[in-house]
């Protein structure tokens, strides 16, 4: 026997809405099911499970994760920022002052003062260490260029293990140290007096990259530090006057993020 055609099925002799209306109507059941497509294999648990996933940039965090939810850590670093609101618990010396919006480390008017201000993680704890990844941003700015002596970094000073910014015979350069060598970089004819931000990339047993303000200005790859020996310095700062003046360094704001 022959199947109908559409043409062909019955109509109902009960109720008059027609075949148009039949099919809006499933269709809409359909949408407004909660369970729809749930099942395995199914689009949505497709979707839930595919590695990636078709929403807009941002939308995740803007729609679907509630404030507070998530913590530093779950993005897989490390993280400390600060404005400087308090300078409590930072190592210090005695010119070292907190004035309302930055911090001020002023030397003495006598040549080959020197003025700091440091603050370290427990590395056992936070598990810090140059194997991992680094991206630091400071804002900073001194009252000269000339006769005066600055490091700004996360780690130690000199040849100790650390990636920084430095001020030295009228320059402005990255360095780098790995325990028993440092290694500069020029940054260009910056001038720190203006106020400037530093911004450095370490790529664990790479390279380690200096911006200025936004600009790349330097790479090194030699002399990079490596284990854990300092990178519990997450701020490390100094300001030396080299004459019989006082000079000072601000700094405004810090970023730190080392990759867990």
């Given at each position: 026997m022959a199947l109908p055609v559409w043409g062909n099925l019955e109509k109902s002799q009960i109720d008059n809405e027609k075949i148009e209306e039949a099919i809006d109507r499933r269709i809409q059941a359909h949408e407004d099911d909660p369970d729809a497509h749930l099942e395995t294999g199914e689009?949505?648990?497709?979707?839930?499970?595919?590695?990636?996933?078709?929403?807009?940039?941002?939308?995740i965090i803007a729609d679907k994760i509630g404030d507070g939810e998530v913590i530093a850590s779950k993005f897989g670093f490390i993280h400390f920022p600060t404005f400087f609101e308090s300078i409590d618990g930072y190592i210090k010396s005695a010119g070292v002052s907190f004035l309302n919006d930055y911090v001020e480390l002023l030397t003495a008017a006598s040549s080959s003062d020197l003025q700091y201000l440091k603050k370290r993680f427990p590395i056992a704890i936070f598990g810090m260490s140059w194997d991992k990844n680094h991206d630091l941003e400071f804002t900073f700015s001194t009252d000269a260029l000339h006769n005066i002596e600055v490091v700004i970094c996360a780690g130690d000073v000199g040849i100790k293990r650390h990636i920084g910014i430095k001020i030295a015979s009228s320059n402005v350069l990255g360095t780098v140290g790995n325990g028993t060598t440092e290694t500069t970089v020029g940054l260009g004819a910056v001038d720190p007096t203006a106020g400037l931000?530093?911004?450095?990339?370490?790529?664990?047993?790479?390279?380690?990259?200096?911006?200025?303000n936004g600009v790349l200005e330097g790479t090194i790859s030699t002399n990079l530090p490596t284990g854990v020996t300092d990178a519990h310095f997450v701020v490390n700062a100094y300001v030396k006057t080299l004459e019989n003046v006082s000079h000072a360094l601000y700094l405004y704001a810090w970023d730190f993020k080392q990759d867990i």
């Amino acid at each position: 026997m022959a199947l109908p055609v559409w043409g062909n099925l019955e109509k109902s002799q009960i109720d008059n809405e027609k075949i148009e209306e039949a099919i809006d109507r499933r269709i809409q059941a359909h949408e407004d099911d909660p369970d729809a497509h749930l099942e395995t294999g199914e689009s949505l648990q497709s979707h839930k499970a595919s590695a990636i996933i078709d929403h807009l940039a941002t939308s995740i965090i803007a729609d679907k994760i509630g404030d507070g939810e998530v913590i530093a850590s779950k993005f897989g670093f490390i993280h400390f920022p600060t404005f400087f609101e308090s300078i409590d618990g930072y190592i210090k010396s005695a010119g070292v002052s907190f004035l309302n919006d930055y911090v001020e480390l002023l030397t003495a008017a006598s040549s080959s003062d020197l003025q700091y201000l440091k603050k370290r993680f427990p590395i056992a704890i936070f598990g810090m260490s140059w194997d991992k990844n680094h991206d630091l941003e400071f804002t900073f700015s001194t009252d000269a260029l000339h006769n005066i002596e600055v490091v700004i970094c996360a780690g130690d000073v000199g040849i100790k293990r650390h990636i920084g910014i430095k001020i030295a015979s009228s320059n402005v350069l990255g360095t780098v140290g790995n325990g028993t060598t440092e290694t500069t970089v020029g940054l260009g004819a910056v001038d720190p007096t203006a106020g400037l931000v530093a911004r450095i990339v370490f790529t664990t047993g790479e390279k380690c990259e200096f911006y200025i303000n936004g600009v790349l200005e330097g790479t090194i790859s030699t002399n990079l530090p490596t284990g854990v020996t300092d990178a519990h310095f997450v701020v490390n700062a100094y300001v030396k006057t080299l004459e019989n003046v006082s000079h000072a360094l601000y700094l405004y704001a810090w970023d730190f993020k080392q990759d867990i």
